[in-house]
């Protein structure tokens, strides 16, 4: 069934306040004129614009505070916050990962840090090669 483009709201002609449409079809059927019926028409939907700005490769390190195991997630993106979720969800797509995203990352200690521009997609993620991080 399609949707339609407009619906009826029920507004007090006095103080401009929402009314049920009960209480419309009481006040019309004793002759009433203070609720009024009025026909809106429903908005488009609009996409939002797509985000501007330049996409840099971003690192993203993982590091467990009690045993120090430690793993780097590659990402490109166009700000911090955007590299931590495309590395959570890099990471809840991955066997290992999922056990650690779902545990909300407690225990472990989250650092990201800018690098070069890219010429990806923002959005893009993998696991560094070889992680510069030493055990504790």
């Known amino acids: 069934m399609a949707k ?3 619906w009826y709201i029920y507004r007090d002609t006095l103080n401009g306040k929402f009314a049920k449409k009960s209480t419309w079809k009481r006040s019309k059927g004793q002759g009433g004129n203070r609720y009024k019926r009025q026909r809106v028409k429903r908005k488009k ?3 939002p614009p797509p985000p501007i700005g330049d996409v840099f490769e971003w690192i993203v ?3 467990y505070g009690k045993t120090g195991r430690s793993f780097d997630v590659i990402t490109t993106a166009r700000n911090e ?3 931590y979720e495309v590395a959570k969800e890099f990471l809840s797509d991955q066997e290992q990962g999922r056990r650690i ?3 909300g990352f407690s225990g ?3 650092d990201v840090a800018r690098g070069h521009k890219s010429d990806e997609e923002a959005g893009e993620a993998e696991y560094r090669d ?3 991080r030493g055990r504790k």
């Open 4 to 6: 339609s483009n407009s």
């Open 45 to 47: 939907e609009e996409e």
């Open 61 to 63: 390190g993982f590091e």
């Open 81 to 83: 916050t955007e590299a």
């Open 101 to 103: 995203v779902r545990a």
């Open 108 to 110: 472990w200690n989250v």
């Open 130 to 132: 070889k992680s510069k």
